[in-house]
């Protein structure tokens, strides 16, 4: 078992920048590829960005490359998602989910563990 507990959503204007964490427990987290999905309201729970294990490969959605940027701390047992420029399109609850695979996926299906999620508001 895996535990996920997202932190740092708030609200914040357009065009401002937040950093969301996500502390796991429980077992080896350099073991598990990590992700952000979000899900806004009304909308299907989408992907953001994974990070492979040892953090060597990242893959981001068309919506966030540029703007987004994940990372982890394999020695903290944290994954990170900086989000730069904020626009109207980013208002969600963001999820962190791990997988139990070195390999990043995009699939939401593919991962194991999932965080309780956090809210991330944008004001125009």
């Known amino acids: 078992q895996v535990q996920l507990v997202e932190s740092g959503g708030g609200l914040v204007q357009a065009g401002d920048s937040l950093r969301l964490s996500c502390t796991a427990s429980g077992r080896t987290f350099s073991n598990y590829a990590m992700g952000w999905f979000r899900q806004g309201s009304g909308k299907e729970r989408e992907f953001v960005a994974a990070?492979?294990?040892?953090?060597?490969?990242?893959n981001y959605a068309d919506s966030v490359k540029g703007r987004f940027t994940i990372s982890r701390d394999n020695a903290k047992n944290t994954l990170y998602l900086h989000m730069n420029s904020l626009n109207p399109d980013d208002p969600a609850v963001y999820y962190c989910a791990a997988r139990g695979s070195g390999a990043t996926s995009t699939r939401l299906f593919s991962y194991d563990y999932w965080g309780q999620g956090t809210q991330v508001t944008v004001s125009s």
């Open positions: 990070i492979s294990g040892r953090g060597g490969l990242t």
